[in-house]
T-cell receptor
């Protein structure tokens, strides 16, 4: 299977709830990076997983957590949802790390989360 | 904190003209630079990568890098309506994580 699949595509949650977003990495890729993109803004780096271990984290509170599985798929969990968490959540898979890794990024189509 | 700045636009360009998009960055040590195109509601797609001073051409796209002045530009020649999108500049930080600008919205008018 090729490409990166994210699920669900759209989601509406109530403030204070918890949400889990999923990402299946492209075949052969072992790294998954998660980004949050608010409307009219560029993506913001949340965290990255490499071979099931967290490898870097952006400026996001601990209520944003993640996981990578042995098949390199990944989950993003957000607890105690706030209105400002409304955004497009993107995952990108790649092979390995390093400065050239973004050249091999494959982005999923994203999950649009709306918190009301 | 490392920053990547872009004019949010919108930048309106007539069809067939040259569109010029600019990006400045704060980290003088940055080595590589990425330009992505993002259509509304879609994920970003990589269109150009540049790491050395000067110009890099790929079809109708040219990336220009000036490390001394800390800016990178993207030129689109013979602009087409299908080029209408938001263009995002991204620069890896010291941990190779991408720092993104807010993007410039480009509108090509037929």
């Amino acid at each position: 299977e090729t490409g990166v699949t994210q699920s669900p595509t759209h989601l509406i949650k109530t403030r204070g709830q918890q949400v889990t977003l999923r990402c299946s990495s492209q075949s052969g890729h072992n790294t998954v990076s998660w980004y949050q993109q608010a409307l009219g803004q560029g993506p913001q780096f949340i965290f990255q997983y490499y071979r099931e271990e967290e490898n870097g984290r952006g400026n996001f509170p601990p209520r944003f957590s993640g996981l990578q599985f042995p098949n390199y798929s990944s989950e993003l969990n957000v607890n105690a949802l706030e209105l400002d968490d409304s955004a497009l959540y993107l995952c990108a898979s790649s092979l390995g790390l390093g400065g050239a890794a973004p050249l091999g990024y494959t982005f999923g189509s994203g999950t649009r989360l709306t918190v009301v | 904190q490392k920053e990547v700045e872009q004019n949010s636009g919108p930048l309106s360009v007539p069809e067939g003209a040259i569109a010029s998009l600019n990006c400045t960055y704060s980290d003088r040590g940055s080595q590589s630079f990425f330009w992505y195109r993002q259509y509304s509601g879609k994920s970003p797609e990589l269109i150009m990568f540049i790491y050395s001073n000067g110009d890099k051409e790929d079809g109708r796209f040219t990336a220009q890098l000036n490390k001394a002045s800390q800016y990178v530009s993207l030129l689109i020649r013979d602009s087409q309506p299908s080029d209408s999108a938001t263009y995002l500049c991204a620069v890896p930080d010291s941990n190779y994580q991408l720092i993104w600008g807010a993007g410039t919205k480009l509108i090509i008018k037929p």
